[in-house]
């Protein structure tokens, strides 16, 4: 085999680029916003991949774009339809942006989005990733898209011990690729081939299917045998964890009390089953409730439940009951117009 320990990483990156572009062309996968990638699919895609796996988004994709099939009904959808649209997608600030993005486009230009990924990162909840998306796969923009698949598959390829949580090794991969990106159809190509190697081969956590890879003869992390090592991440902040106590309350006729939560924050405006911070005891259950107007009996522990959020962790408690008196901020619902009408997001969900 040529030696290439002497390649600069600019020029390792020129030479994957047909083996990576032949590869993706040949294993790509179907996903419906490849089969017709306008740049309002690949805006959607990709606002939807940003936290979730491909498998789980694609069924919200298909049932969001059948009911708004364009931005201005984008733009036009009541927020409470958005977010059962998304609902179990969790991270409900993206629907949001996408809707007050839409406004904008319609408003200033009609409904169309920028041809280039500078305006197109001026955009709300649009960053430099989402734009370079969109830029080179809906317009075929020579930019971009730095994701951690990305700079996965980069640092091993170029052996970079740059830590990759750090915003400038960000910046130095996405300047790195400036210089070699093509232009056109396979501007695009190139951005999802470099996604999906690692998503696919090019794997986190584990062992990199490196016998499948096409870039196996000129990564150098391979070569070194380090590629399990790399990429370098500094280490994150510690997630908090909050124990929570959730009220199931019912009103005898199989009818739950449910409140919505405060429009901004953390899963702003979605609805929820009533709960606080604290340990799950009938005092504290009963005295949230008079401070509300309300009251309940028959107070008792049913069940324990997690859920993780980025940088907190509740750990919760459910407690049964029967309510007595329902407060003026809380409604009634069973559980079918819960699973139907109400945006109840996976972290109270899990309860029904
Ligand atoms: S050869 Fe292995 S480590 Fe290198 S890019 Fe391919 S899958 Fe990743």
């Known amino acids: 085999m040529k030696e290439k320990t002497n390649d600069t990483p600019e020029n390792l990156l020129r030479q994957a680029i047909p083996p990576l572009l032949s590869w993706f062309s040949a294993h790509r996968a179907d996903l419906p916003w490849r089969r017709e990638p306008t740049p309002y699919h690949v805006w959607l895609s990709e606002i939807m991949l940003q936290q979730t796996r491909i498998r789980?988004?694609?069924?919200?994709y298909e049932r969001f774009l059948s009911e708004l099939p364009t931005v201005a009904d984008l733009a036009a959808v009541p927020e409470e339809r958005l977010l059962k649209l998304w609902e179990g997608l969790g991270y409900y600030s993206r629907a949001r942006n996408l809707k007050k993005t839409a406004i904008l486009l319609c408003e200033r230009c009609g409904g169309e989005l920028p041809r280039s990924a500078k305006e197109l990162a001026s955009l709300p909840g649009v960053g430099a990733y989402t734009a370079g998306a969109i830029a080179s796969i809906a317009y075929g923009e020579p930019e971009p898209a730095v994701d951690g698949n990305v700079l996965r598959v980069l640092s091993r390829l170029t052996l970079s011990e740059a830590d990759v949580l750090s915003p400038a090794t960000r910046t130095a991969m996405t300047n790195l690729l400036r210089k070699?990106?093509?232009?056109g159809r396979e501007a695009g190509a190139?951005?999802?081939?470099?996604?999906?190697?690692?998503?696919?081969?090019c794997l986190p956590n584990g062992a990199p299917l490196c016998e499948s890879c096409p870039l196996v003869s000129l990564c150098l992390a391979r070569r070194a045998g380090r590629a399990e090592e790399l990429p370098v991440r500094s280490q994150k902040k510690e997630r908090r964890v909050e124990k929570r106590t959730v009220l199931l309350l019912s009103d005898g006729g199989g009818r739950l009390a449910v409140c919505r939560r405060p429009s901004r924050g953390l899963l702003g405006g979605m609805w929820e089953f009533p709960n606080f911070p604290g340990a799950a005891t009938r005092e504290n259950a009963e005295a949230f409730l008079e401070e509300r107007g309300g009251a309940a009996s028959h107070l008792s522990v049913f069940v324990k439940k997690t859920h993780i959020f980025t940088h907190i962790e509740w750990r919760m408690t459910a407690l049964t009951g029967k309510i007595d008196v329902l407060p003026p901020s809380f409604v009634l619902a069973d559980r079918e117009e819960l699973i139907r009408d109400y945006a109840l997001p996976t972290a109270f969900r899990q309860f029904l």
Do not use: R
């Not at 789980?56 to 919200?60: R, V």
């Not at 070699?180 to 232009?183: D, E, F, K, N, T």
């Open 180 to 183: 070699v990106y093509p232009s």
């Open 56 to 60: 789980a988004a694609l069924p919200y």
């Open 190 to 201: 190139l951005t999802e081939a470099l996604m999906e190697l690692g998503e696919t081969v």
